[in-house]
């Protein structure tokens, strides 16, 4: 059975620091992982999609990259602002089945 | 493009009445769509997979009959709590794909309050 792992639980941090979320996974046959964001009280908003095949994604001050083999992901978020305040999630497919998610990182950019 | 609208944003019933939640793909065609439960500070629980013209796919543990879910076209599913509880209190947040391998697109969520 496929579990998701996120550390740290909570991370706070000032403004404009560079920062790391973690996501592992037990099972490294996924087909892909995805990142999101989730404010309080409000849905998830999709950040980055990264396929098996692939090994990062970038959007803007976001990168995330995949070592399937080790079952890893990490989400980078280089100068952090006070608005990327929010819980990270990631989640992974193995196929057309639903997502199974990690717990999240709460994250808190302090001004 | 690929919005999924969820509706209510929030609703408080009294215990024994039933709600419904809609779920609508706005953008595009869903096959598929997720139903996810949140309790407070919790992760995401799947609760079923609701397929397009057939019967919904519940998880274990999931009570089928508490929970009816019907997805009558390819652009909208609804989830009805049926004869609430206060235990039933929890955010509910629906999902799509639009293509099997593509990414999943999330309505806002609806908060529900048994009272």
């Known amino acids: 059975k496929q579990e998701v792992t996120q550390i740290p639980a909570a991370l706070s941090v000032p403004e404009g620091e560079n920062l790391v979320l973690n996501c592992s996974f037990t099972?490294?046959?996924?087909?892909?992982l995805q990142w999101f964001r989730q404010d309080p009280g409000k849905g998830l908003t999709s950040l980055l999609l990264?396929?098996?095949?692939?090994r990062e994604q970038t959007s803007g001050r976001l990168n995330a990259s995949l070592d399937k083999s080790s079952g890893r992901s990490t989400l980078y978020i280089a100068a952090s602002q006070p608005g990327d305040s929010a819980t990270y999630l990631c989640?992974?497919?193995?196929?057309?089945?639903?997502?199974?998610f990690g717990k999240g990182t709460r994250l808190s950019v302090i001004a | 493009g690929a919005v999924v609208s969820q509706h209510p944003s929030w609703v408080i019933c009294k215990s024994g009445t039933s709600v419904k939640i809609e779920c609508r793909s706005l953008?595009?065609?869903?096959?598929?769509m997720f139903w996810y439960r949140q309790f407070p500070k919790q992760s995401l629980m799947l609760m079923a997979t609701?397929?397009?013209?057939?019967?919904?796919?519940?998880e274990q543990g999931v009570e089928k009959d508490k929970f009816l879910i019907n997805h009558a076209s390819l652009t909208l599913s609804t989830l009805t709590v049926t004869s609430a509880h206060p235990e039933d209190s929890s955010f509910y947040i629906c999902?799509?794909?639009?293509?099997?391998?593509?990414?999943?697109?999330f309505g806002n969520g609806t908060r529900l309050t048994v009272t």
């Open positions: 999902s799509a794909r639009r293509q099997p391998e593509g990414p999943l697109h």
């Open positions: 099972d490294s046959a996924i087909y892909n």
């Open positions: 990264i396929q098996s095949s692939q």
């Open positions: 989640a992974v497919s193995t196929g057309n089945t639903p997502l199974v």
């Open positions: 953008d595009f065609q869903a096959t598929t």
């Open positions: 609701s397929n397009e013209g057939s019967k919904a796919t519940y």
